[in-house]
């Protein structure tokens, strides 16, 4: 990957395989069959199980799924990236924030010139029934401007309190794609289709990795909440 970085082909091959006419079909098999059975198979064995050369199964795998160690090299790789859409929506909770909420960022900071991040207000996260305590929104809220401010996307970025599910995306014309997990995808897809019987303009669903800890399963807030990784997706030995 050293060598990918140098060259800056990394940018070159993400942008051949996303124009492929088969992009999105492989995307959705490796998001909702594959990574579901097998979310730790390697570059090989998808490049052999999908039939592609390794070019394009390293996209469809990174775009999709991350060690925890390998975010952070992610997020550099993507500083020589031209973003696509104006403006992409995220939405979360953001409690705990951790290298899963950065992959996240990164791909929507990726795509997208500007951001619009939805924080799930108190009163609505306190409704999601989430296992664990979740901290209070100006809290969650600073942390992830510190984040923000940390990779350098505070300046592209847009903030708002969400108290449903939707928030600005049925409302705000602007929104060119939304970003979600692959956890969340079906929810997205939902939200897209309301969103088009509201009369609005269909918007790209595009997709950010999800992240695996040390022990090969998805980092999260309520894991790190138990006490069995923390941040970075290491494992802590235990639940609290």
Known sequence: MS????????????????KMGSYHSRRDLLVKEILVKHPKITLDELSLQLGVLRGEALILLRSHRLW????????????SFTPIYNLGAVGGTFDELHIGHVAL?????????????GVTSDEFALSLMKEGKVSPFAE???????TLERYGWLSRAEIVRLDDPYGPLLSDERIGALITGPITLSR????????????????ALELSPLVLAEDGRPVSSTRIRLGEVDRFGRLKGGRK
């Open 3 to 18: 060598a990918i970085r140098r060259d800056e082909l990394y940018p070159m091959l993400w942008e051949v395989v996303r």
């Open 68 to 79: 925890h160690y390998e975010v952070e090299e992610e997020v550099e790789l993507s500083r």
């Open 105 to 117: 960022l990164n791909t929507a900071f990726r795509l997208s010139k500007n951001v619009l991040i």
């Open 140 to 146: 969650r809220v600073e942390e992830l401007r510190r």
């Open 188 to 203: 997205a897809e939902e939200a897209i289709n309301l969103r088009v019987s509201r009369g609005l303009q269909p918007i």
